[in-house]
């Protein structure tokens, strides 16, 4: 295949010898031709299929199909280098049957594939005449054709080829043609970049998604769930019989106590966990919004609805709903939920279509239903519906050998957070915390250590970075009645337990560690009644 070089690092001319005399075919013509206002024409429409599309294939066939039905191309197809593999591949062409698998064959990819490497566009004035490529138009057998392959380069690099076959014409002006297509070319090169950035971030999103669902299950494992006190134990047997169900559970409790998690252990256990976990806190919601949130709204239901809106059941698709505070919700909502759970379907505010609902309901409350009941502010029926499968979660007061575990798991998460080197909990610390009533329960526990944790000032907590309401509670033995005597009694025994704990009951290393002799220790002990057994392990 001879090749030469009419335009110097820019154009490759394959057959040149063959082009009429004088400068390369320019030829006089109107800036208003035909044939211009045909370009004009289809680069507009060429913009507007680039940006209607998502699929990138199906751009390419509309550009090539836009450029044979304005007669600018007798046939055309696209190739692009495929980024994993880097092969080249035809994605569209347009064109008679025989001129499209023409533009598939070999030779044409040879030209392809030069074009790709060089990233310089070729130019084949007369086909025919080329033994190697054997190129004849399929419509008219005894007319010459001319190719054109423009280079689609992105990122600065050549990741494909635009071809165009057009009729031979003796005055052609073969730069303008050239400038044209190697237009569309750099039209197409920035669909390819839009697409290729769209897919990268598509795949990191999905990359991220599949890791955030590993580390919510992680989290959310039965073994994350902390305390080993009887009515916690008998919670994770419940949590593990309804798990894998699909029965609707309602979990019940005081504020504080933990529902949230629990759900979330229950969905994340359950065959949905790759689906949705969806969360609504009816409390939070105003009773003329939640109707709305939940199932959604057509344009125009309301003032201000000015699209449509899916709800919170249709967001949960395949996967759990939660509904946390479920006492609070509307007599109006609540026959609407009646008849999703009755009936699987539903239909948006303002709307007519029916939508059919597969979503595993969990709901929480920490009102009394039954009485709500009585008093008329719950519907019965409803609350049958809901109350299939009922968790109690105890209060804390009820679990207080589970204070100890939750103080420590906290403690970990806070100074890790605060970037705080506390080690432990004293010892008067923790008969502090054991000996409180916790009427906020496992939420006030954690507030308090995390505030703790704030204030220390050193490796261990002690009770004075304790709250005041922990500190002035009759029951932990620090109420602000006491006398100068008593509080610096109560301020050596604390000092000298926590002395005790670090050396695993060792009056001798206590002694050294506070800087005194066996002596004064022994008395301390004996004075203030300190059984030194407890911390030896």
């Known amino acids: ?22 400068a390369p075919g320019y030829e006089s013509r109107e800036p208003d031709s035909p044939s211009d206002v045909r370009q004009l024409t ?62 598939r064959g070999r030779a044409v990819e040879s030209v392809l594939n030069r074009v790709v490497q060089t990233g310089r566009p070729v130019l084949i004035p007369e086909a025919s005449s080329e033994p190697a490529l054997c190129i004849r138009s399929s419509s008219r057998s005894t007319e010459e054709i001319t190719v054109f392959c423009i280079p689609i380069i992105v990122n600065r690099q050549a990741s494909g080829a635009l071809t165009t076959e ?22 197409i090169a920035q669909a390819v970049k839009i697409n290729r950035l769209a897919d990268a971030e598509r795949r990191r999103l999905l990359d991220e998604n599949v890791h955030l669902k590993e580390a919510l299950q992680e989290r959310y494992d039965f073994s994350n769930l902390i305390g080993n006190s009887s009515p916690m134990r008998s919670v994770y047997e419940q949590v593990t019989q309804v798990a894998a169900t699909l029965t609707t559970v309602m979990l ?79 007599s109006s909502t609540a026959v609407k939920l009646l008849r999703v759970l ?68 906290f403690l970990e998460k806070y100074s890790s957070r605060h970037g705080k080197n506390i080690k432990r909990i004293s010892t008067p610390a923790i008969d502090m915390l054991m000996s409180y009533h916790w009427p906020g329960n496992v939420r006030e526990l954690e507030n308090t250590i995390e505030r703790s944790v704030l204030v220390c000032d050193g490796n261990v907590i002690h009770g004075h970075h304790l709250p005041p309401t922990l500190q002035t509670a009759e029951a ?48 301390k002990i004996r004075k203030l009644n300190i059984d030194c057994s407890r911390f030896k392990r």
């Open 1 to 22: 295949m001879a090749e030469s070089a009419a335009v110097p690092g820019t154009l490759s001319i394959v057959g040149q010898n063959r082009l009429s005399s004088g």
């Open 42 to 103: 289809s680069l507009v429409e060429i913009s507007r299929a680039l940006a209607s599309d998502l699929r990138l294939r199906a751009k390419l066939h509309q550009v090539l199909s836009i450029l044979h039905s304005q007669n600018l191309v007798l046939s055309a197809s696209a190739a692009l280098v495929a980024e994993n593999s880097g092969e080249l591949h035809v994605e569209a062409t347009v064109g008679p049957k025989v001129a499209e698998e023409r533009l």
């Open 166 to 187: 057009v009729p031979f014409k003796k005055d052609r002006d073969y730069e303008r043609s050239l400038k044209f297509f190697s237009l569309v070319a750099s039209m």
């Open 252 to 330: 019940r409790g005081e504020s504080g106590t933990g529902k949230e998690l629990i759900a979330h252990a229950i969905h994340y256990n359950s065959p949905r966990k790759n689906h949705p976990f969806v969360k609504v806190n009816c409390a939070a919601l105003p009773e003329t919004l939640i109707e709305s949130e939940l199932f959604g709204y057509e344009k125009g239901a309301f003032t201000g609805a000015h699209c449509q809106k899916k709800g919170r059941f249709e967001l949960a698709e395949g996967g759990t709903l939660f509904l946390d505070e479920i006492g609070e919700i509307n």
């Open 342 to 409: 009755q009936e699987k379907q539903f239909e948006r505010l303002g709307g007519t279509r029916t939508i059919r609902a597969d979503v595993r309901l969990l709901v929480a409350t920490n009102k009394d239903l039954e009485k709500a009941i009585a008093a008329g502010t719950f519907r019965e029926d409803l609350y049958y519906r809901l109350n299939v499968f009922a968790i109690f979660v105890p209060p804390l007061r009820e679990r207080k050998s589970d204070v100890l575990l939750l103080a420590e798991h």
């Open 476 to 523: 932990s033995g620090t109420v602000m009645t006491l006398s100068f005597k008593e509080a610096v009694d109560a301020y050596e025994k604390d000092l000298i337990q926590d002395t005790l704990k670090t050396t695993r009951g060792s009056r001798s290393k206590a002694a050294n560690l506070l800087r005194t002799t066996n002596r004064v220790i022994n008395y």
